[in-house]
């Protein structure tokens, strides 16, 4: 299956150069940045490590209803989730192990640094902005695919090699026997 | 003039503690975290560079119409500006030396890295979130007040010491003779 169309082969994406690569003032309107599609959710990169001596990179995404976003750790990121619009029930290990759940709404924020296994579900349609330590802003594009169409696609599904190879480049561990006996 | 009524002195802000001041997960509900009054706006802070091993910090800024905050730059602070409700005047120095200034509205970005001279108005009431180099975020709480109390209050002014102090302390210039020359 072949999802070049996503964006035209010739020229790359047409928000190539939208980000400086360097660290110098920008402004981008809202829905400007670098898009890229991944399972049903367009993630967009608003800044990157470039721009910030890699001390951290910022994304937005818009995410469908019903997304769930498997268990998984970052041998090496921390990670933001402040939600825009919408509600998404994020799932986390406490600092002393024990499993929490929460919902979160607009203007609620979270919190997962590295080493700590999260996942999370969205729960009505959703926006949500991301600050993560620099360089895993790219990810999205790494696992998913860059595209030009901001609006209603098929969902991108990536094959396992190009999971793995993400997940590798990025330090992402998949928990895939990971269980949450949590209350809703 | 004396604003200790702002907390009660002998317990500190109520505040205290809501962050956790290590890489630990946590969840805040919109309009909990560190609370700062410095001039008009009321400064939240989420999360600070002690729990992103000093990556970044997030604050939200409460800000009423008029608000001017003069142009001054960071010789160490990359600095964000998302613009979550109202309206937001931003003026800065481009890469080349020229002047810039974009009114940013709901949902537009703004970046400005260590070193770039900037200002900017508050032209409705307005909510931003900003992330910042780690450190940078308790910057409110130093030139400011902390304050337990989020509703309508009347505005901090720090005297020069304060101020000074504070700006020295993060690294922060001050430019008072820089004028602005761009048609708005």
Known sequence: MSFEYLIDPATGPQWQGVLPG??????????????????????????????????????????????VIPTHRHDATHETFYVLEGAVRLFFEDADGSQQTQLLAPGDFGFVPAGYAHAYQVVEPSRMMGTLSGGFERFFQHMGTPTDHTGAQPPFIPDFPRMQAAAQQHRMQFLPEHRWDVPE
């Open 22 to 67: 360097r660290p110098a003032p920008y402004v981008l309107r809202r829905g400007e940045g670098e898009h890229a599609k991944l399972f049903g959710d367009l993630f967009t990169v608003l800044l990157s490590g470039e721009e910030t001596e890699n001390q951290f990179g910022i994304i937005t995404a818009d995410c469908p209803p019903g997304d």
